[in-house]
């Protein structure tokens, strides 16, 4: 199990950090484009033509009239510090006179490139874009008279804490429900374990009980072949024994076949004839009322006529002559069962009750279950866990359900609800 559990706990991290880190991608792309979406208006409004820009560019200010641009060193050309990663330069220049002016308090580009930047920007087809070489993101004016410049590294600068965040996000996230899948794990296994342990005290049980009927068998016929003198009535007591045992084992592969069947029935249609269903438990009365004398049981039935269903006549024969015959292994001498039939809400609803057995609070949501034997006092009734199992999975096909309710005042009673 702990294998199982580290394979749920790694597939659902990886599952959740697969989906995490997507979302987490396209929203940090979307931010970086809504980034690039914001220099270019940024960039616009740098460049638009205000009154002191247009009086300027009519006083002609040439390079020399205008402060003296700081120069930048070749190996800086593309480590600008974060002051200058900020900054957005803006060139004018003239195409009649070839005069180029650098506006910026910490610009991006040496002033001798200047003409060279110009020539490479007038020939791009886009009035924005990159220049990788340069390192620079560059916006041309309508009028072509006007360049703005940005660092490649200012939308970086713009979202690196925003990225960091959503990196902190992430692993705070993924360490989360690390805690969440190690929780999920336990209780996603604990079913399958008590499953598995219920399944392995039913091997060992199936297999006393298959053992211990073969080896009765077996004393049996070695008793007969001691005696060939014999005749049958003076062998009877042990044909008699050896048959009890081969019907002991054949009700426990039955049971086994039953269920194997319904479960490969899951995607077949469910039975659809109608049924009377007064009769049907009439008549699973009538057959259960000799076993019902024998153990000294009182079996009582309240059956109004004409009650129809859509089901299996043969699926609710077996339901209630199995539940009759449960309540019937746990009843002592002396008891009473009721058998009853009602409609109600548009669904018939029959009932079992055993007035003096009674089951513990804490096996009632497991009775239903397979192989389940909670009760020493039930489960040493000879049964093996199954015939409930079959029966729930029986009710279920025909689209009903089946309800359990145990009280010491009331004793058991099992409710079947079918639709009409």
């Known amino acids: ?55 300027l ?54 002033q001798s490139a200047l003409p060279g930047l110009v020539s490479l ?58 805690l969440i899948s190690r929780r999920i794990s336990h209780l996603a296994v604990k079913p399958l374990e008590e499953a598995m342990l219920r399944e392995k005290q039913f091997v060992a049980d199936a297999s006393h009980d298959l053992k211990t009927p073969l080896t009765i068998v077996l004393a049996n016929n070695s008793i007969l ?22 019907r002991r084992m054949q009700r426990l592969i039955d049971g086994m076949l039953t269920l194997s069947q319904l479960d490969a029935q899951e995607n077949v249609p469910p039975p659809s004839e109608k ?13 259960m009322e000799s076993l019902a004398y024998e153990q000294q049981v009182t079996l009582e039935t309240d059956i109004p006529d004409g009650v129809t269903v859509t089901g299996s006549s043969d699926y609710l024969q077996r339901v209630a002559e199995g539940l009759i015959e449960n309540a019937l292994k746990y009843e002592p001498a002396g008891g009473r069962i009721d058998l009853t039939l009602k409609v109600e809400k548009r669904r018939a609803v029959f009932s079992v009750r055993n007035e003096s057995s009674r089951i513990p609070e804490d096996d009632l949501p497991h009775v239903f279950e397979r192989f389940y034997r909670g009760d ?39 409710r079947v609800f079918l639709p009409l």
Not at 86 to 92: A, G, M
Not at 135 to 152: C, K, M
Not at 232 to 240: L, M, N
Not at 380 to 395: P, Y
């Open 1 to 55: 199990m702990k294998a199982y559990r580290k394979r749920f706990i790694q597939f659902n991290m990886l599952l959740v950090g697969v989906v995490l880190l997507l979302a987490l991608t396209l929203l940090g792309a979307y931010l970086y484009h809504n980034a690039r979406r914001e220099l270019r208006m940024t960039m616009e409004a740098v460049v638009r033509p205000l009154d002191a820009v247009a009086a």
């Open 57 to 110: 560019r009519e006083d002609k200010v040439s390079p020399g009239a205008a402060p003296e641009p700081r120069p930048l060193p070749d190996h800086m050309a593309r480590g600008y510090d974060s002051e200058t990663r900020r900054s957005i330069n803006t060139v004018f220049y003239d195409d009649e006179t070839g005069e180029i002016t650098l506006l910026a308090e910490t610009p991006l580009i040496q």
């Open 121 to 178: 920007v007038t020939e791009k087809e886009s009035d924005y874009g990159t220049l990788k070489d340069l390192g620079l993101v560059y916006y041309r004016s309508p009028g072509g008279d006007r360049i703005a410049l940005a660092s490649t590294r200012y939308i970086w600068d713009l979202l690196k804490n925003v990225y960091g965040i959503l990196l902190a996000v992430f692993a705070a996230v993924m360490g989360l429900f690390y």
């Open 225 to 246: 072949r001691e005696n060939p003198e014999a005749t049958v009535a003076q062998q009877s007591k042990w044909i008699d024994s050896t048959d009890d045992a081969v």
């Open 275 to 287: 049924v009377d269903l007064s009769s049907v438990l009439t008549r699973a009365a009538l057959q």
């Open 376 to 414: 020493r006092t039930r489960s040493s009734q000879g049964g093996h866990g199954l015939g409930l199992s079959i029966v729930k999975r029986m009710i279920e096909r025909m689209g009903g359900r089946i309800e359990v309710e145990s009280r010491e005042s009331s004793g058991t009673v099992f």
